[in-house]
T-cell receptor, first 117, second 113 residues
Framework: AQTVTQSQPEMSVQEAETVTLSCTYD???????LFWYKQPPSRQMILVIR??????QNATENRFSVNFQKAAKSFSLKISDSQLGDAAMYFC??????????????FGTGTLLAVQP | EPEVTQTPSHQVTQMGQEVILRCVPI?????FYWYRQILGQKVEFLVS????????KSEIFDDQFSVERPDGSNFTLKIRSTKLEDSAMYFC???????????FGDGTRLSIL
């Protein structure tokens, strides 16, 4: 069974600085998707970025980028030029991509990011 | 931008009572999901629903749980006889296709007394 591990329960960053959130996963599959979701306090989870496992190029969305290391099964999220609005719980998630067998997301335990002014 | 909406935002129920959590998925989406998050724990998959039937369910989704799409817009999760351990945040999600990203609602906080 696949598992997702986020080893940093909490992180803190100064406004305008860069922070990296860690995520590792375990799977025997070769074709899958990885996601980072952001959950502000009392708000819905929002998709931040996604990575397809067969793509070697790291995904980027504005100030958010990932460092995807397939062999090491690592999928970290880098937030550049951190803003106060980035403060949230961040979840790493995995989804298989095998022929529609399942679409469920498997989540890590989350990292609570605080942004200091 | 279209959103998934969930009601109520907070539900308090006596143990043993039935509860129905409601979700309105994004209108053109075809796949619907329920997840839950017990306080301090990870988000866990409960069930997925497509073409008016359950396509997958987890071991958590036992006979006490059921889902329904009673009309063209709502997607509901019913817990027949609630237990203390059902206290959690319940998230509804939808996706256009099964392989497309899932969009989540704000969640319903369910408190069982």
């Amino acid at each position: 069974a696949q598992t997702v591990t986020q080893s940093q329960p909490e992180m803190s960053v100064q406004e305008a600085e860069t922070v990296t959130l860690s995520c590792t996963y375990d799977t025997s599959e070769s074709d899958y998707y990885l996601f980072w979701y952001k959950q502000p306090p009392s708000r819905q989870m929002i998709l931040v970025i996604r990575q397809e496992a067969y793509k070697q190029q790291n995904a980027t969305e504005n100030r958010f980028s990932v460092n995807f290391q397939k062999a090491a099964k690592s999928f970290s999220l880098k937030i550049s030029d951190s803003q106060l609005g980035d403060a949230a719980m961040y979840f790493c998630a995995y989804r298989t991509n095998y022929g529609g067998a399942t679409n469920k997301l498997i989540f890590g335990t989350g990292t609570l990011l605080a942004v200091q002014p | 931008e279209p959103e998934v909406t969930q009601t109520p935002s907070h539900q308090v129920t006596q143990m043993g009572q039935e509860v129905i959590l409601r979700c309105v998925p994004i209108s053109n989406h075809l796949y619907f999901y329920w997840y839950r998050q017990i306080l301090g724990q990870k988000v866990e998959f409960l069930v997925s629903f497509y073409n008016n039937e359950i396509s997958e369910k987890s071991e958590i989704f036992d006979d006490q749980f059921s889902v329904e799409r009673p009309d063209g817009s709502n997607f509901t999760l019913k817990i027949r006889s609630t237990k203390l351990e059902d206290s959690a945040m319940y998230f509804c999600a939808s996706s256009l296709q099964g392989t497309q990203p899932q969009h989540f609602g704000d969640g319903t906080r369910l408190s069982i007394l």
